[in-house]
C-alpha cells in the first residue's frame, strides 16, 4: 500500500494551491458570489489556462487526470478556498458524456473553458433518488424532444450545455428506461436561475418539448449517471475535507488568541477536548475519502458502497465541524464579515447535494445486501 | 402527582386561544409562520394589542401593571402564542431592565420608565457585550467619567439586538478600575439620540440585520440616569441575567416549530411516500420529540418551584444549554427534511410584498438560513459552555 501522490498530483496540487492563494481570498470569493451566474467567468479561463478542468477527466476524454486520487487533490483544494465555479457539474456532466464517448470535441472545448456543461436530473419529487425520473422523451427523426422539469440544477444558469435525463421507458421509479442526451439552450428551455444558500449558482429548468441528441444508449443512462455520481460525489466529499480542514484550523487558531477571563480560551480543557474529537473525525473523513477515490475504479458495489460511506460521514462530520467552529468562535463566528461562517454554510450545505447523511446510510445498507 | 391541567388550567388556554382567533393579526401569523422578515411595525403592532390586553408584561407583579398569572398560566400562554404564529415579544424593556427597575430603581425612574416600556413609547436595547467581553462579561472597558451633573461615557458594545431600532439602551459601564472587576461596573440608562452615539449594523451569516455595534465617543448622560447605586452594577447585571434565563427552554418556539416540521415531514415525499413514514427519519423526529417532552416537564417542575417562592437558580442553565440543544435539533431536521430544496435562498423572498413564484415548496426559502441563524442560541445569554461552568460550580460542587 502506497497512500503518498505521485510527482504529477503534487505539482497539481501546489499548482491549485499557489493560485488560489493568490486569488482567491474570502472577500474576492464573496464579491464573486454576486456576479451574474454566481462566479467568475474569469476564473474559469483561468482554472482552464491552468489545467485544472482537464485533471477531471482521463486521457481518452482529452484530459490529463480522472483518477480518484486527482479527484481528490483538485476538489480538496477547491474546498479550502470555497470555489464556486461550476466544477461540480462540469464533473458530473463531463463524466457522463466521455463514458458514453463520441463527444470529444464538446469535451475539448470545455477542458479549454469554452463551453460549459450542467447535469439536470433531480426533478421536484426526487429528492436523492437517482433513479426517479418523470421528465420523457420521444423520437422525433435523429433528434428526440424532451419535456419535463429539472430542479436544483448546479450551475444550470451559466452552462452552455446541458446534460438532461428522462424517461424513454418503465416507471418513474425505475433504473431502466433512463436516457441521457445533450441539450443545448434554447426558447424550449425554460431557466429560472437562483443563488443557493452557500453561494453557488442553480437553476430551476422546465423542458417544454427542448430538442436533444441521445448520449450512449436508449434506456440505459443509470449506469451512466451512476458512475459519474460516485466520481462527484467522492469530489464533494474532498472539497468539503477542505473546507473542514480550514474550519478547524481558524477555530484552533483563534482559540490561541481570544482572550477571555485573562487566558486563551484555547486553555480550556473543556474545548480542548471538543477540537480534539474534531480532529480525530476530520482524520476519519480523510480516509473515507481515501477509500472512496481509490475504489472509483473497482467493481460497482464496492465503489458505490465506498462513496456511501463517504458521503455519509461528510454530513455528519460536516454537522459536528461546522457547528464546533461556529459554536467556539462565538458571535464572530455568526457574522458574515468573518470567514469561518461561509465555510460552515458550505460543509453543511454538501449534505443536501448528491443525497443526504440518510440517504447513503440507507443506501450503503442496501448495497451490502446485494 | 397529577400531570393533568387543572380546569382553571384548561379554561384559561381556551381563553387565551380565543384571544389569539381575535385579536392575532393573520398577516403577522402568516409572516412568522412562513419564517418572513418582521420589521419594527408588526412588532410594534403586536405589542400594543397585548397591552390593551394587559396580557405583555406577563413577568410583571400586578402593582406594576402585570396579569399576575402562575407559571403554568405564562407556559399555558406561551405555547398558545407560538402554536398561532404570533411574533414574539422585544424582551429587553420588558423582560430584562423592567426586573432591575422595580428592585433597584428610584421611585422617578419606575414611575417615569415602567409606563413607556408598556405603551411602547421607549424601545430598549442591551448594552452588555464588548468585542473584548463576550462570556466573560465582567472584563467590559467602556467607561462613565463623573463631569459634574454627568457622567461621560466612551467606548463601544456589541451583540446589540435589534438596536438599530431602539430609543433607549441600558449598559453596563466602568466607572471605577480600583479592586476586583466586578466592583467598578454601574448600570447606566443611556438616549440613544445623544450626540455620540453611533450604530453600526453587524450582517449575520443568512445576510441578517438584527445586530449592531453601539459606539460611544464623548456620550453626556444625566448622573439621574444611574440606576441604584454607584459601582453596585454587577449585582443588577446578574439579577438580570436570572430574569433573562426564565423562558430561555423555549419549549413553546421548540413546540410551535416541531409541530411545524412535522407537517413538513408529511408533505416531503421520501419513495412516493411521506417522509415522516421513512424510518431513518422518524427516528430522528422521535428522539427530538421525547427530548422536548422531558424538557417541557423539566421546565414546568422549576417554574413551579420558583413560583411557590424559592427564585429560579442555577436551574436556569440547564434550561437554556437543553433547551437551546433542542430548538437547534429541530432546525437540523427541518433542513434535512427539504431534500435538495434546502439549497436555493433569496432574501428578497423574505419579504412581505415579494409576489414571485416560491422555488420549491412555499415554506421552503427561510429554513436553512435558519439553521444557521439559530446557531446562535447556544452563543447569546450565556453560551453553554458558561451555562455548564454554572452548573458545575453551583450544582456539582466541583470548582
Known sequence: ?370 | MDMAFSSEENSFRDEVREFLKEKLPQRLANKVKLGKRLNKDDMVEWHAILNEQGWLATNWPEEFGGPGWTAVQKHIFDEECWAAGAPRTVPFGLNMLAPVLMKFGSEEQKAHYLPRILDGTDWWCQGYSEPGAGSDLASLRTSAVRDGDHYIVNGQKTWTTLGQFADWIFCLVRTSSEGKRQEGISFLLIDMNTPGVTVRPIILIDGEHEVNEIFFDDVKVPVGNLVGEENKGWTYAKYLLTHERTGTANVGNSNAALERLKKIATEQKKGGKPLAEDPYFAARLAKVEIDLNALKTTNLRILVEADSGAAPGPESSMLKVKGTIVRQEINDLSRRALGPYALPFSSEAMEDGYNEEPIGPEYANPIAAKYFNNRKMSIYAGSNEVQREILTKTKLGLS
Open chain 1, 1 to 370: 500500500m502506497d497512500f503518498s501522490l505521485n510527482e504529477d498530483r503534487r505539482m497539481l496540487a501546489d499548482t491549485l494551491s499557489r493560485f488560489l492563494s493568490d486569488n482567491y481570498d474570502i472577500e474576492t470569493r464573496n464579491g464573486f458570489a454576486l456576479q451574474d451566474g454566481n462566479c467568475s467567468m474569469e476564473m474559469w479561463g483561468k482554472f482552464a489556462e491552468l489545467g485544472i478542468i482537464g485533471a477531471l477527466f482521463k486521457e481518452d476524454a482529452g484530459g490529463f487526470g480522472g483518477e480518484g486520487a486527482d479527484l481528490m487533490v483538485v476538489f480538496e483544494a477547491l474546498g479550502r478556498h470555497l470555489v464556486l465555479e461550476p466544477f461540480l457539474p462540469t464533473l458530473l456532466a463531463g463524466t457522463v458524456l466521455s463514458s458514453a464517448g463520441g463527444h470529444d470535441g464538446l469535451m475539448e472545448q470545455v477542458i479549454g473553458g469554452e463551453s460549459i456543461l450542467a447535469l439536470a436530473h433531480g426533478e421536484p419529487a426526487s429528492r436523492y433518488e437517482m433513479s426517479h425520473v418523470e421528465a420523457t422523451a420521444k423520437q422525433n427523426g435523429d433528434q428526440w424532444e424532451i419535456n419535463g422539469n429539472k430542479s436544483v440544477v448546479i450551475g444550470g444558469g451559466i452552462a452552455t450545455h446541458l446534460v438532461v435525463s428522462a424517461r424513454t421507458s418503465g416507471d418513474a421509479d425505475s433504473a431502466e428506461g433512463i436516457s441521457l442526451f445533450l441539450v443545448e439552450k434554447s426558447d424550449k428551455v425554460g431557466i429560472r436561475d437562483y443563488g443557493t444558500l452557500d453561494g453557488y449558482g442553480a437553476a430551476e429548468l422546465s423542458l417544454n418539448g427542448a430538442n436533444g441528441t441521445l448520449i450512449g444508449e436508449e434506456g440505459a443512462g443509470y449506469a451512466l449517471l451512476e458512475e459519474a455520481y460516485a466520481a462527484a460525489t467522492t469530489a464533494i466529499c474532498a472539497e468539503s475535507l477542505g473546507a473542514m480542514e480550514v474550519a478547524k484550523d481558524m477555530t484552533v487558531e483563534y482559540m490561541k488568541t481570544r482572550k477571555q477571563f485573562g487566558i486563551p480560551i484555547g486553555k480550556f480543557q473543556a474545548l480542548q477536548h471538543r477540537m480534539a474529537d474534531v480532529l480525530i473525525e476530520l482524520e476519519q473523513m480523510r480516509s473515507a475519502v481515501v477509500n472512496a477515490a481509490g475504489n472509483l475504479d473497482a467493481d460497482r458495489v464496492t465503489r458505490e458502497r465506498e462513496v456511501s460511506a463517504a458521503k455519509y460521514l461528510a454530513g455528519n462530520v460536516g454537522r459536528q465541524v461546522a457547528e464546533e467552529a461556529i459554536q467556539i468562535h462565538g458571535g464572530i463566528g455568526m457574522t458574515w464579515e468573518y470567514a469561518v461562517g461561509h465555510f460552515a454554510k458550505r460543509i453543511i450545505m454538501i449534505d443536501h447535494l448528491l443525497g443526504d447523511t440518510d440517504h447513503h446510510l440507507e443506501r450503503y445498507i442496501a448495497l451490502g445486501r446485494s
